[in-house]
């Protein structure tokens, strides 16, 4: 069986959304183009490392390019997506394994998310052959979701998770685990409990 890639060049839209109440959200990264929508789980540690990640190597193509490259400073305000996730999200596949990379070219960021994939291995020199031969196998490899974007988009795309990832329960101002709404129990207070 060949490898199913969802090819969004360019996407109509890109963005990372949620599912769920704070506490209980899933994660997820869609792109759409016309009728076409593809969703993908993801956690929440993999959005902020993505977005984070993107900034820094916008960034760095602007300081290359001393400034003459189609990338804003900030996310147009033009470009911003706050609205929700299309409806309903059906998950593609969970992933496993995301890749940026800049095409100065064509002044494009893209991105690719592949799927989760169990592998097993005797030892750790096996295990890293058997991924790199996962990752390079462009006929039979998980399935993967790429994405092409304008600077302008991929800055807004960064914004826009960032704010998702930012936007769970807030931190217990004594020792920064998330609050419940019913309390939590706090480890600097020797286990009291303290109220949101």
């Known amino acids: 069986m ?8 360019p996407p109509d839209r890109f963005v990372a959304g949620t599912v769920g109440l704070p506490g ?3 994660f997820f990264l869609q792109a759409t183009a ?8 993801l ?3 993999q959005v902020a490392a993505l977005a984070e990640r993107m900034d820094e190597l916008l960034d760095e193509v602007v300081r290359r390019s001393g400034g003459s490259a189609a990338v804003p400073a900030v996310a147009p305000t033009e470009v911003a997506d706050t609205d929700p996730l299309e409806t309903p999200v059906e998950e593609e596949f969970r992933v496993g394994t995301m890749a940026l990379a800049w ?3 064509e002044q494009r960021m893209i991105v690719e998310a592949q799927a989760l994939v169990e592998l097993e291995a005797d030892t750790d020199e096996d295990l890293a052959e058997a991924e790199e031969r ?3 196998d462009e006929e039979n490899g998980p399935p993967m979701l790429r994405v092409r974007l304008t600077g302008a988009q991929a800055r807004a795309f960064a914004k826009r998770a960032l704010d998702v990832v930012n936007a769970g329960r807030p931190p217990c101002p004594l020792c920064s685990l998330p609050l419940d709404p019913e309390g939590h129990v706090c480890p600097r207070q ?3 409990r303290r109220g949101a």
Request: hydrophobic fraction near 25%.
């Open 2 to 9: 060949s490898r199913q890639v969802f090819l969004y060049d």
């Open 24 to 26: 209980r959200r899933t």
């Open 34 to 41: 016309g009728s076409r929508v593809t969703s993908v789980a």
């Open 43 to 45: 956690e929440k540690t």
């Open 103 to 105: 095409d100065g070219e």
């Open 134 to 136: 996962l990752l390079q």
């Open 190 to 192: 020797n286990g009291y």
